[in-house]
């Protein structure tokens, strides 16, 4: 405005004489702070006192009346602003965004036919070229004139990407809605839709997917999708399906383990009876395919990679990394008229560890799992699922192969604000070397509460582990693993995520040498959700 209101000043000091440069300083005091009422009244005066001179100075005259039509349209009277800039170019005053400035009231103003013929001059003196070009295409498209409009709006794309920017996406956009009323009444549209509107509109969508119309592309192109069964929404059984279909997760964790703890075999465990920090690196994708409307599959990749500071053999053999690849797959149906799924999961993992101690990673171990289970919604207040998983597990160490048969049950309970997880399940385990076979029983629960002060997320859980080595009760005893965990969430931006977590573990088990411990790990985890 202020940049304004010197132009203003400037324009007067080339016409008038001292006095009335003193007359328009005040002029453009009162635009500056934008009391226009004031300004107007001003600049009736000074135009009354030059009409009034035996030789009125048409330059004045023009410049006031230009002014009063900038004004005027600032204040949104806009026949009053229109009749001004038609008396300034009576006048023959002519700055170089006067068409602009007299388009836009015209517009305003509904006088659609005019106002495209003084955004074609501000276009002809170069002045806004873009958003000038802009108007013309939109006012072309709403008088019917789509061809003309679509020219209009193209011809944005040849200017200056500077220039451009500040309507290329708003014009790609009305390209998309030109081709889409040109298609809509087709009888193969959904083909023409799917071809060249929706690309359109996505290409619009790529000029700025975080702008102010990027929710307005987006939701014309779901819309699209939604009335040509372009994309499902919605399985037969009513259960929404994934949008995106994709889920990708990065994340970073550093932090301190109090007693790192050596189990390779998953027979034994060594603690280290010191402590180190450590770096986590984790990644997961999955993908989720759709056939049809009553079954998906999704293969999915983890990598997970940990390395741990303290570079001692006690340390450094924990040092590892996992790739674990799956499938997993759905098919849906309905029990009780409520929506529900048969699941079928394998799942394939590979761990490397230096197992050896010689700060190599060396194969350490390898599991194929095999999932059948069904997710339903008996409850009226939460999901369930009950699983069947089996699963072949081969070790670095032969005697350690073993072969492990589970019966889980996960429940959802939803409060207002707050989410219960509840995990149960009883695990068979037969090991190659007899003596550690073991049943166990696993009881776990989170709670997910809700966004605390706009601040962070907390959640708490607490997990218990009763293992009964069948083959070893006269030296272990049962054995009772309790896990209590704290995780305080704090979501930065769109994507990003930054999580605290605390977890304690504590192993009771008569055999204090080989398989109790006791350990802490705190650790810091940011991640990105693309």
Known sequence: ???????????????????????????????????????????????????????????????????????????????????????????????????????????????????????????????????????????????????????????????????????????????????????????????????????????????????????????????LQRKYDLILFKLRNGRPTL????????????????????????????????GSGYSRTDFIGRYTFYLKDFMSLAPELRFNNTYYFRRIPEIHRNDNYLIAPALRSSYEHSFHNKPASLLLDYEFNQAQRDVNARQELEFSSRSHTVMLGERFNYFGFGETILRLRH????????????????????QIKSFRVNTLLFYLSYDRTRVESEVFDSDSLTLRSDLIMGRYRDWFTPSFGLALISTDPINDRENRGRELLINPNLRLSKTIGRSWRGNFRYDYQKNISKDEANFAFTKSTYGFELEYLF
């Open 243 to 274: 949008v995106p279909p994709y889920f990708i997760r990065a994340s970073q964790e550093i932090g301190y383990d109090t007693n790192v703890i050596f189990a390779p075999a998953e027979t034994s465990v060594s603690e280290a009876k010191q």
């Open 1 to 223: 405005m202020k940049l304004v209101a010197w132009m203003l000043l400037l324009s007067v000091s080339a016409f008038t004489h001292a006095q009335e440069d003193a007359q328009f300083q005040k002029v453009t005091e009162y635009f500056s702070q934008g009391k226009y009422n004031a300004t107007v009244e001003e600049l009736n005066t000074i135009e009354a006192q030059e009409k009034a001179k035996p030789t009125p100075n048409s330059a004045v005259l023009g410049l006031t009346a230009y002014w009063k039509g900038i004004t005027h349209s600032r204040l949104r009277n806009f026949p009053e602003a229109i009749a001004n800039f038609d008396k300034s170019l009576g006048y023959n005053y002519v700055p170089v965004d006067i068409h602009y400035e007299y388009g836009q009231s015209l517009f305003a103003a509904e006088k659609m036919t005019e106002a495209r013929i003084q955004f074609t001059e501000s276009v002809k003196k170069k002045h806004k070229r873009a958003v000038s070009l802009y108007y013309i295409g939109f006012i072309s498209k709403e008088m019917g004139d789509k061809k003309k409009a679509f020219t209009f709006f193209k011809a944005i794309d040849k200017l200056d990407p500077e220039e451009a920017q500040e309507v290329q996406q708003a014009s790609q956009m009305q390209i998309g809605d030109i081709y889409l009323e040109q298609l809509d009444n087709q009888a193969d549209s959904f083909k023409a839709v799917e071809k060249y509107v929706i690309p359109q509109y996505q290409k619009a969508l790529g000029l700025g997917p975080e702008s102010a119309l990027a929710p307005q592309i987006k939701e014309k192109i779901a819309a």
């Open 391 to 410: 699963r072949v597990f081969e070790s670095y160490i032969s005697t350690a192969d073993a072969k492990s048969t589970s019966l889980v049950l996960e």
